[in-house]
């Protein structure tokens, strides 16, 4: 049954953009949105699911023996997302750290920039959106996935579903970014590969961290979930 279960947890993933707590990985759209080369396509997606494993493995884990959700943990990484929000926000910043600024999210690096390096910038961003979004996006397949992987018995198959899960989420926000990449190139393609699209995915960086650390997030989503259609949620939360 294990290829059931990671197949399942794939497509749990996919309809986890239902879900207005999927608003939180709104980052992944930016980034894909400009992502040069197959690489720095499916590096969101591989961040993602690792995200959701040491994610879900460590509040597992934690949970067992301490009885609690490593809320802080989501504390520290929306702390270093607010970070680097700021980073984004100040041109002198972004000239200082081009490494952790010049391609992060892909879209904003200056055309040649090497696509090793925007896979891996890529590849952190959802790592770490990932692990802000982990907690709010808790549901039965999560909760079950995350229970398995502290049991040394059940470990190899949860931490496949937890990395199918991520993929799956991962998937219509890069198709959303690459959709958006399409649309607006003709008129608004030097705008995104600037400061201006730099400062963009800066905002969305702190909007999503100071909904994460200040616990908003979840008042947020009920406000929004009231809005959306009841079939979506049931959908959403079937798996």
Known sequence: MSGIDIA???????????????????????GAAGADGRASVIAPAVGLGLSLVLTGLLAGSLGLVF???????????????????????SASMVERHPLLTGGLGGVFEAPGATSAGGA????????????NWWRPAVGPILGKASLMAADTWNSGLALEVLFAFGLGAAVPW??????????????????????????????????VALLGISGQDMTVAHWLGALLPDWTRKLAITF
């Not at 809320?71 to 980073?87: A, E």
């Open 8 to 30: 399942f947890g794939f497509l749990a993933g996919i309809v986890s953009c239902l879900t207005p707590e999927a608003l939180l990985l709104f980052p992944l759209a930016l």
């Open 67 to 89: 009885g609690f959700e490593a809320i802080w943990f989501r504390r520290v990484v929306c702390v270093l997302l607010v970070l680097q929000g700021i980073m984004l926000m």
């Open 174 to 207: 890069i198709v959303l970014g690459r959709i958006v990449r399409f649309v607006s190139r003709p008129f608004a393609g030097g705008v995104i590969h600037g400061m201006a699209g730099k400062r963009l995915l800066g905002l969305a960086l702190l909007v």
């Open 120 to 131: 891996f910038r890529q590849f952190l961003l959802a790592l770490f959106v990932g692990a």
